[in-house]
């Protein structure tokens, strides 16, 4: 689907970003690993999170679906149901396919295949192999690295990995088995990575200890998980935001949005550039992994400057680097990002995908091998931008269409709904 967004002028109001696609998902897998039902309040229901609640139906747990509430009633942490031949569909949902081994791998006499559409079978898997294999599953993957990928539950032992990459996908997919594991799991990051999986063992009461980035889990016979509310989702409102730093005149109040200092990591670089954002933004003084903080920011627009994203900042503001590019264009100066190898391994090959499709619209930006570098040139001119399937691509289009001298055609807008299903509406109602 092809959709004009033309110039607009300033952005007024206040929105609430849709229910955050990442902690959805961790509720869901926790509440199916849980012996008791739990009620999950502001459950997203986009394309993503519907695949993990198909899948752990197919795994036994019972879903119910009311009022903006999902009830999960969990078979139990380690009797995940075996499925029709196998097979488990993750659709396009990359966080599912590689948190959801984990539980699997524990599971002694099961074989589950999970796969999902074309642009998941790009994603590799490799990351996730390695350790449940070194933990005693049979664990097979296409060429060594790619979905679908075949785990064979097994009696695990725990092990003390030291992740490559920082990832909260594979740290969660790890400290997930460990809780099935005989004796403790231990894994040390290189850099601090969003942390709700963490935040959700403390939810539910199993021996957890970090200390810096190192992070210890024991096994448990059972979870224990009281009910979940989902905050607002910081990359689905950064677009919103975005939108606000680059358009004159424009100021946006973000509601119940979370506040995790491990997800805000792109309204603090906006910050360093020279937007004016108000809210809590910085890492709590004692550091404790509890509840999801919820608040609100208030974002707007003002002269930017470039800056610099080192890699130390890029797993914090992985899902909205884009973004950064975007903002780029409007600075005063080069902005660069280095660090960000990891958006070659998105829905699609991010740092190609934002350097043709604002390259396409008047951007001087340049590829580099882990990021990328753009000159601000005061704007965009416009033109068209192909979101090649993806969420991400389909909102930055949109908000540079709206940032634009002369609009911008979205291809593929509809990709958008994986993650953020009323965005177009969003936008329309802060334009006024």
């Given amino acids: 689907m092809r959709r004009a967004f033309e110039p607009a002028g300033p952005l007024r109001g206040r929105a609430t970003p849709p229910p955050d696609k990442s902690i959805s998902h961790r509720a869901a897998l926790f509440g199916a690993m849980s012996d008791e039902p739990v009620h999950i309040g502001n459950y997203l229901r986009a394309a993503d999170t519907m695949s993990t609640l198909d899948a752990i139906r197919s795994l036994g747990a019972g879903v119910e679906e009311e009022d903006g509430t999902v009830l999960v009633r969990g078979v139990g942490l380690r009797t995940a149901a075996p499925t029709t031949g196998g097979f488990l569909d993750v659709g396009n949902a990359g966080t599912l396919l590689r948190i959801l081994p984990g539980w699997l791998a524990g599971q002694p006499g099961g074989v589950w295949r999970l796969d999902g559409d074309e642009s998941i079978r790009r994603r590799p898997v490799d990351r996730v192999v390695e350790p449940l294999r070194r933990m005693g599953a049979a664990v097979d993957a296409r060429d060594g690295r790619l979905p679908p990928l075949v785990v064979h539950g097994a009696e695990l032992t725990g092990i003390d990995y030291r992740l490559p990459v920082a990832s909260a996908q594979v740290k969660s997919c790890v400290l997930i088995a460990g809780l099935l594991a005989e004796g403790a799991t231990a894994v040390t990051e290189p850099e601090q990575s969003r942390d709700h999986t963490e ?39 950064a677009f919103l935001a975005a939108a606000a730093c680059v358009i004159p005149g424009s100021r946006v ?12 990591g792109f309204f603090r670089i906006a910050q360093r550039m020279g937007a004016v954002i108000v809210g809590e933004l910085e890492e ?13 920011l208030d974002i707007a627009a003002a002269p930017l400057e470039a800056t610099t994203v080192e890699p130390g900042e890029v797993p914090l503001a992985i899902d909205e680097l884009p973004l950064v590019a975007l903002l780029g264009c409007f600075a005063e100066g ?4 280095r660090g960000a190898e990891e958006l070659r391994l998105k829905e699609s090959d991010r740092i190609a995908g934002v350097v043709e499709g604002l390259r396409g619209l008047g951007a001087d930006i340049d590829a580099t091998e882990d990021g990328f570098a753009v000159r601000g040139a005061g704007g965009l001119e416009g033109g068209s931008l192909d979101a090649r399937g993806d969420h991400r691509m389909a909102m930055l289009g949109a908000v540079a269409g709206l940032a634009s001298r002369n609009g911008v055609e979205v291809e593929g807008v509809e990709a958008a709904a994986v993650s953020y299903p009323d965005f177009e509406d969003a936008l329309v109602e802060l334009i006024g």
């Fill in 199 to 237: 935040r959700m063992l403390v939810r539910a009461r199993v021996p957890f200890e970090r200390d810096g980035l190192r992070l210890r889990v024991s096994p448990v016979d059972e979870l224990e998980l009281d009910d979940i509310l989902v905050p607002g989702d910081p990359s689905s409102g």
């Fill in 253 to 264: 109040v973000l509601e119940g949005i979370a506040l995790n200092w491990t997800r805000t």
């Fill in 284 to 296: 709590p003084a004692a550091g404790s992994a509890t509840d999801e903080p919820i608040g609100e």
């Fill in 334 to 337: 080069q902005t660069v990002v």
